[in-house]
């Protein structure tokens, strides 16, 4: 089992419409969740920082830990074609002191 | 701009060819990482450097190499090349591993023949 699961999707979406990304992890110890955006051919940028269980909001976007379900989501209100991009999920924290990502979800969203 | 730069961008190889991977940054950052990204497989640790003066493997280290020259640079070297190694390189830094966010460069697209 990956200690970080993600749907590879593509998701396709119509403009303006709210997207919903997700990932689950596997074990508990984790208490740094991230979501990096990555446009083709370009390198990830981190995009959200959450530190412990709750949501964090940023403009159209919205970061939400569940540390009890183990399951971290990003919420894209009003998306726009530019938001068209892969979004990875990563999680660090441990006695580890390297990123733990997930495989990453490409979304499309059609003007 | 501040940030990670890699070099070079493009690179072919034949088998069994040796190359090394430039990454510098210039946030003075304590901790610098490569990554290799396949279709499918996301971004998997090769190497990372916690702080000047040391190296860790990561999840797939087999057949690569690095250095921290500084605190400032990072190389990977493919001692022998092989198609398996076709992927797309990615150097990152932190202020302190994994607690931060981290600066990625780039890329260096890599194909072995």
């Known amino acids: 089992q990956k200690e970080v699961e993600q749907d590879p999707g593509p998701l396709s979406v119509p403009e303006g419409a709210i997207v919903s990304l997700n990932c689950t992890y596997s074990n508990s110890a984790f208490q740094y969740f991230m979501w990096y955006r990555q446009y083709s051919r370009k390198g990830p940028e981190l995009l959200m920082y959450t530190y412990s269980s709750g949501n964090k909001e940023d403009g159209r976007f919205t970061a939400q830990v569940d540390k009890s379900s183990k399951y971290i989501s990003l919420f ?10 892969t979004y990875l999920c990563a999680i660090g924290g ?17 003007p | 701009n501040a940030g990670v730069t890699q070099t070079p961008k493009f690179q072919v190889l034949k088998t069994g060819q040796s190359m090394t991977l430039q990454c510098a940054q210039d946030m003075n950052h304590n901790s610098m990482y490569w990554y290799r990204q396949d279709p499918g497989m996301g971004l998997r640790l090769i190497y990372y450097s916690a702080s000047e003066g040391t190296t860790d493997k990561g999840e797939v280290p087999n057949g690569y190499n690095v250095s921290r020259l500084n605190k400032r640079e990072f190389s990977l070297r493919l001692e022998s090349a092989a198609p398996s190694q076709t992927s797309v390189y990615f150097c990152a830094s932190s ?16 194909t072995v023949v």
């Open chain 1, 76 to 85: 894209i209100r009003d998306s726009q074609p530019s938001d068209s991009a």
């Open chain 1, 94 to 110: 441990r006695s580890r002191r390297a990123l733990t990502f997930g495989s990453g979800t490409r979304l499309q969203v059609q």
């Open chain 2, 95 to 110: 202020e302190v591993g994994d607690t931060y966010g981290y600066t990625f460069g780039s890329g260096t697209r890599l």
